[in-house]
């Protein structure tokens, strides 16, 4: 019987666009053939005591100064001598209620059942802030992510769990709508300097501003200090799984639980593709941050503002005189800023690693964080969405080795995105190139010693984007991958054809990208057919409901 389930729209909707060349998958990708898609970018969902004087920007230690231990061990099996590459599938993002319940668990036991049929490895999940923390400052609620991990165990998956401190919602592929803890919001209706400010004085509430990290504005703690305890209590509940089935820990690190600034927010059409962005650094923590180190190298007139000449969110690097090919970026000021405003993003990343590790130490969990596969305007010399998202990579600047080298130096997993696009996908007037964005990483993953993660940026079940996966691990130019998270499941990935993609996308990833094909009838190495399933999980997963 054929694989399906009945449910509502998938989370992540594709965009259709003009059609433009495709490339074929390399070979020994064995994938059915079906047509690739053009797809055009959607973001998907992203939304301290301080002194003020002679404040220096991050900048991780030399790697050649200390050998920096590694001090959690990668629960799931993947060899640096083998290349193959566990794969997991992140769950909807309203895995858990509003109310604090597994959402719809006779299906989600149904999904995970045929997913561990299918070879995967396990599952990802976001553990929400503004559920678990939502009754009041420490009161925490973990009972539907306790069911849902002993739900996990019982089919003899892992379990990825993100640690999101960003808002759910607003943006192009949000189901729901998650916002920050409601007492966090008294507090930002009381203080908006405490979330993201762009230059027009738009506030965005989908994560604290790093502005005020050290500072007890959250009811006398600092974010720093309410991230940590969020963590710590996490560990308390789970003790006795973390390291067994709980297998990662994901460190949200900002909007998306990506490492970065929010600079390209979709919610009421303020930004669309392939806009440059706008730097987000007006609230008044950011704002005496860059006035302190300013007037720590002797240039106070620099410290007053942003850039007055970097544009719009919808602007075009050319169009500004900021970020076109001769502009202010290159210049001793623009040096100075983004020194200062990719040192904030780098320090930031640190603080929150620094605690994660320490608080997870010994419980045998991997640890990961999350960086954006900013992949528009790439090709150009200011690389400007990249800039405005705090990452400083231009030309003439390498802006992720200094990442890689912050994640090694806690031993954390670097998880990228854009792992399935290529470039001939891509609109020619947005200068995109995701594979040299991801050969970039690779260099600067293998350069620091540390390990590389993957996902895909867009909801995609086609042999072009899954043979990009493979191609990119089996890549000689740069890191293999740890492990990959497919992102997401929903109904269409029960499908007949995506299901079957999947299916042998994990067979793939398992054996190195040089596995064979598999037939509608052939279960050799696999638990479940690729087209058709026993009738015991055929007949639970179409009586179940899946949003």
Known sequence: MELTLNSSSSLIKRKDGKSSRNQESSSNMSFAKTKPPTYQFQAKNSVKEMKFTHEKTYKPESETTERWEKLHVLSYPHPKSDSSVPVFVMLPLDTVTMSGHLNKPRAMNASLMALKGAGVEGVM?????????????????????????????????????????????????????????????????????????????????????????????????????????????????????????????????????ELRYPSYPESNGTWRFPGIGEFQCYDKYMKSSLQAYAESIGKTNWGTSGPHDAGEYKNLPEDTEFFRRDGTWNSEYGKFFMEWYSGKLLEHGDKL??????????????????????????????????????????????????????????????????????????????????????????????????????????????????????????????????????????????????????????????????????????????????????????KTVEEAALV
């Open 125 to 257: 999940v976001d553990a929400w802030w503004g559920l678990v923390e939502k009754d009041g400052p420490m009161k925490y609620n973990w009972e539907g992510y306790a069911e849902l991990i002993q739900m996990v165990q019982k089919h003899g998956l892992k379990l990825q769990v993100v640690m999101s401190f960003h808002q759910c919602g607003g943006n192009v592929g949000d189901s729901c709508s998650i916002p920050l803890p409601p007492w966090v919001l008294e507090e930002i209706s009381k203080n908006p300097d405490l979330v993201y400010t762009d230059k027009s004085g738009r506030r965005n509430p989908e994560y604290i501003s790093l502005g005020c990290d050290s500072v007890p504005v959250l009811r006398g703690r600092t974010p720093i200090q309410v991230y940590s305890d969020f963590m710590r209590s996490f560990r308390e509940r789970f003790d006795n799984y973390i390291g067994g089935v709980i297998a990662e820990i994901q460190v949200g690190m900002g909007p998306c639980g």
């Open 353 to 538: 690693l620094s605690s994660a590790k320490a608080i997870f130490q010994g419980s045998g969990a991997k640890l990961s964080g999350k960086v954006a596969g900013i992949h528009w305007h790439y090709n150009t010399r200011s690389h400007a969405a990249e800039l405005t998202a705090g990452y400083y990579n231009t030309r003439n600047h390498d802006g992720y080795l200094p990442i890689a080298k912050m994640f090694n130096k806690h031993g954390v997993v670097l998880n990228f995105t854009c792992m399935e696009m290529k470039d001939g996908e891509q609109p020619e007037h947005a200068n995109c190139s995701p594979e040299g964005l991801v050969k970039q990483v690779q260099n600067a993953t293998r350069q620091a010693g540390t390990e590389l993660a993957g996902e895909n940026a867009l909801e995609r079940y086609d042999s072009s984007a899954f043979g990009q996966v493979v191609a990119t691990n089996r890549s000689d130019s740069g890191n293999g991958l740890t492990a990959f998270t497919y992102l997401r499941m929903n109904k269409r990935l029960f499908e007949g054809q995506n299901w079957q993609q999947l299916v042998e996308f994990v067979k793939n990833m398992k054996e190195g990208g040089h596995g064979r094909r598999l037939s509608e009838e052939d279960t050799t190495g696999s638990d479940l057919y690729v087209g058709f399933v026993g009738s015991k999980i055929s």
